[in-house]
């Protein structure tokens, strides 16, 4: 005999899990979090003048570098990235570029890399507080074929209408 109590409990747990997966994948296939265009190039301006810094030290320039918005960085291997906005550090400036270039510079040809290839995404924004996750290429790798890299968890604030970092937090360090 059918137990009316036990019928409606497996229908409420088999939507909750259902409701769970739908949710979960929407924001796992877009978890884009919105930024203004002004904290997406501060932020990509602020990679790039940490790599001058570097090389104020005798670290490479940033010179010819590719700097990218994507929507998300924690992606399965045989999903593409989504890009948002690229950047082409050239002669002291961010210029606008082309995704065709960035794609360019991941894939495996050694001579189409340039020196740096860096791209990030918002993991949370509000009014006075950004979380970004920072991924490094660098043409450095210990096979011909293979570069090194690292990824970084970096914190902005917003004092007086003005961004700055707070915290960078390294999480991943490859060659």
């Known amino acids: 005999m059918f137990n009316k109590r036990l019928g409606i409990s497996l229908i409420l747990v088999l939507l909750a899990v259902v409701l769970t997966a739908?949710?979960?994948?929407r924001n796992a296939v877009n978890p884009q979090i919105d930024a203004s265009p002004d904290l997406e190039r501060f932020v990509?301006?602020?990679?790039i003048d940490d790599q001058l810094a570097q090389a104020a030290s005798g670290y490479r320039s940033p010179e010819g570098?590719?700097?990218a918005r994507v929507v998300t960085t924690t992606i399965?291997?045989?999903?593409?990235?989504s890009v948002l906005q690229v950047w082409?550090?050239?002669?002291?400036?961010?210029?606008a570029e082309d995704t065709d270039s960035f794609f360019k510079a991941l894939?495996?040809?050694r001579s189409d890399w340039p020196s740096f290839t860096y791209y990030f995404a918002f993991d949370s924004v509000t009014v006075d507080e950004a979380s970004v996750d920072v991924i490094t290429m660098y043409?450095?790798?210990?096979?011909?074929?293979s570069r090194g890299g690292n990824a970084q968890k970096w914190t902005f604030e917003k004092q007086a209408?003005?961004?700055?970092v707070s915290t960078r937090q390294p999480y991943s360090f490859w060659d």
């Open 88 to 95: 082409r550090y050239q002669q002291g400036q961010l210029i």
């Open 65 to 67: 570098a590719l700097v």
């Open 161 to 164: 209408n003005t961004w700055s």
């Open 22 to 25: 739908v949710i979960g994948n």
């Open 139 to 145: 043409n450095m790798g210990l096979m011909p074929d």
């Open 44 to 47: 990509a301006q602020i990679i």
């Open 76 to 81: 399965a291997a045989t999903d593409p990235l």
């Open 107 to 109: 894939r495996g040809n």
